[in-house]
């Protein structure tokens, strides 16, 4: 039990210096400053380039998905997630460990002795494809679907919304994501920072007042014109879970035919069924799967 206490200790005292060091210094890593650079940059880009034009600047929740955005990036972590994944990592160690093994015995591949592009890319494919499966596990799983309700109660697309999500929500990723990036292990926090700011920039992109498709590429990235189907109140004929659940790329629904983009969607309406009597603020609809079991 005393190894757990310190592991709190460690894990906030940790955290906190480091959002600390983050606002306080700058670096090409730097998520705090990185977070603020792509959303100015997607936004300008909303500006410029409008789909919906009448869609205001300060378009609906527009405040709200901005405090969504930075809560769940930085103070998220600070209060629940490091600890979590912290005591996570070595509970897996310590069941392992009873039994004479440890992580490494499971790694299937050792990046390290791949050139750093294709080490790189394998990670990016693995991490991509799992949050594929667990994006479409928060739809298909009652219980899970209620945290993901916080994400489709977006009403208006903005780049903001990319990160308006229940806390719950990172916690069950990066359960599912665990096991298979360390058995790809051997990464530093600069070689994921690539991954990240990518998967960051796409993932504003898509949520954008935005209509692109970024043409042929569109069957390899996810897309503004895919992913506002995603969203969409009414789901196709063929589905009642949803369609478009990919994150970063769009392949793996057009693998396993959860693709859907029958017309331009840029009016259409989002959110879902019942969604009129959802919470409208930060702290009701972060109780709302507590108070609910539908």
């Known amino acids: 039990m005393e190894r757990y206490i310190d592991i709190f200790k460690e894990s906030y005292s940790g955290y906190w210096n480091y959002l600390l060091s983050e606002v306080t210094s700058f670096h090409w890593e730097n998520y705090f400053y990185g977070l603020l650079i792509v959303s100015a940059v997607v936004w300008g880009l909303e500006l410029l380039f409008p789909w919906r034009k009448q869609q205001k600047m300060f378009r609906k929740d527009f405040w709200l998905d901005t405090f969504y955005m930075f809560f769940n990036f930085f103070l998220l972590n600070l209060i629940v997630l490091i600890f979590l994944s912290n005591t996570a990592e070595a509970i897996f160690n310590d ?84 096991i298979p990036i360390a058995i790809i292990g ?43 189907w995603h969203h969409a109140k009414v789901l196709p004929k063929h589905t009642k879970y949803g369609v478009n659940y990919g994150l970063t790329l769009s392949i793996w629904d057009y693998i396993f035919k959860t693709d859907h983009v029958p017309h331009d969607g840029r009016d259409i309406e989002l959110g879902f069924t019942g969604d009129e009597t959802f919470p409208k603020d930060f702290f009701t609809q972060e109780m709302y799967p507590l108070k609910t079991r539908k």
């Open 95 to 178: 069941v392992l460990a009873l039994v004479g093994l440890k992580v490494s015995n499971f790694q299937l591949l050792d990046v390290d002795t791949l050139p750093f592009g294709l080490g790189l890319l394998v990670f990016f494919l693995v991490s991509d494809f799992v949050q594929w499966n667990t994006h479409r596990l928060l739809h298909r799983v009652p219980f899970l679907w209620n945290f993901h309700k916080v994400h489709h109660s977006v009403k208006e697309m903005g780049f903001a919304a990319h990160l308006r999500y229940h806390w719950m929500e990172p916690v069950v990723y990066k359960s599912l994501l665990y």
């Open 186 to 228: 051997g990464f530093d926090a600069q070689d994921v920072a690539v991954v990240h700011f990518f998967a960051l920039t796409v993932g504003h992109l898509n949520h954008a007042n935005l209509g692109w498709d970024y043409g042929p590429f569109r069957y390899v990235f996810n897309n503004p014109k895919m992913h506002i």
